[in-house]
């Protein structure tokens, strides 16, 4: 995807009216408007058009395909896409805060790095049409920011990618204290935290699960056991090539490298996924990028990622829960939302938002260097 600069101008035209008198009649001059209406029209608003760029964590077609889609739908408008990790994506934004080079941002692992750059000011608040149904879903879920700082279009959840032709059912971990055994030293594969807004949420829910100093315990022994970090695709890619057995990752890449085995030939039937007994499960969000150059266009995508061919869209390319109930599951997929909400953490976002960086630094500082 390329990277561009997208600017606006908007000329301003004002009409100045004035009525004319005659000769101590009073009465005025019928070729002004004012003759009749005594005051000026508004100009009207001009129409949203042009292109917006989109910063994302997310992969595969739905990169393409979610600009196909809102450009058949709104005319003269067009969403171009680039591809970062969360991390470095919250390190741009923040480095693009004095003059903004993207409009509008989604995905992140979840809610925690919205939170963070919403608390930062960052964001722009925008409730977006069809938002009035995240109030009738599950409770227990944080769907938008009480400002609507951002805005939940999915559901996604973390677990354990396996090659089901290499291990048994009866021998997959059950639970995440489950990958602290040494059993499975060498074994395990993870994107790097610092760069990975997945991995760096397995970080935050760990320690909020089990209390900061078990929290770390538990990661070093957790680290000690991975083999490397994903250098490039996603651990499912290494699951499914045998070189590694077991990837933590989010429901959705499983289901995305699925697709594109079967698109490409290869074979699907390599790589399962596990979501273990209680685990992180949130709303992932999108938002406005504040000063972004274009936002009304960046709130009619906004607006049309919340219809239902929206949502179709983000659940058959990008495979993720859809949150209108009359939008398709995405294609395959392990579980249901159902499954979703019964094994959900009860997380606190905010801890989390505001112990990401310190998290991230420790896990640099300490546990990378304990083996």
């Not at 941002?105 to 608390?119: E, K, M, Q, S, V």
């Not at 310190?358 to 260097?369: D, Y």
């Amino acid at each position: 995807m390329r990277f561009r600069l997208l600017t606006a101008a908007t000329l301003a035209l004002t009409l100045v009216l004035t009525a004319c008198s005659s000769g101590g009649s009073g009465s005025k001059d019928s070729s002004s408007p004012a003759s009749t209406s005594g005051s000026s029209q508004p100009a009207a608003e001009p129409k949203p058009s042009g292109s917006i760029l989109v910063y994302t964590p997310h992969q595969g077609q739905l990169l393409e395909e979610w600009g196909k889609a809102f450009a058949t739908a709104n005319a003269g408008m067009t969403a171009e896409t680039q591809r970062i990790g969360t991390t470095q994506l919250v390190g741009r934004l923040r480095a693009e805060k004095a003059n903004p080079q993207a409009d509008f941002w989604i995905g992140g692992g979840g809610i925690t790095p919205f939170i963070t750059l919403a608390n930062e000011g960052l964001l722009t608040p925008y409730k977006p049409a069809g938002a009035d149904v995240l109030d009738t879903l599950d409770k227990t879920i944080i769907w938008h920011d009480k400002d609507w700082n951002w805005v939940a279009p999915n559901l996604i959840g973390m677990g354990i990618v396996y090659n089901p032709n290499r291990i048994a059912a009866a021998d997959l971990p059950k639970t995440w204290d489950d990958l602290a055994d040494p059993k499975w030293k060498g074994r395990i594969e993870m994107w790097d935290p610092s760069t990975s807004g997945t991995s760096a949420a397995f970080v935050l829910m760990n320690l909020q699960r089990l209390g900061e100093e078990k929290g770390w315990e538990y990661l070093k022994k957790v680290y000690a056991n991975v083999a490397r970090y994903t250098a490039e695709g996603s651990p499912a890619a290494s699951v499914a090539r045998g070189e590694i057995d077991l990837g933590i990752t989010f429901e959705h890449t499983a289901l995305i490298f699925r697709d594109e085995a079967k698109r490409t030939g290869g074979n699907p039937d390599n790589v399962s996924f596990l979501l273990p007994e209680k685990t992180l499960i949130m709303a992932e969000p999108m938002a406005l990028v504040k000063g972004g150059p274009n936002p009304a266009v960046a709130k009619k995508f906004m607006d049309f990622l919340m219809t239902k061919e929206g949502q179709t869209v983000l659940s058959t390319y990008g495979f993720m829960y859809p949150v209108i109930p009359d939008a398709p599951t995405p294609p395959g997929a392990f579980y249901t939302v159902k499954d979703y909400y019964a094994r959900a953490i009860q997380l606190d976002p905010s801890w989390m938002a505001k112990n990401l960086d310190g998290a991230l630094k420790t896990w640099k500082n300490e546990v990378e260097t304990s083996k």
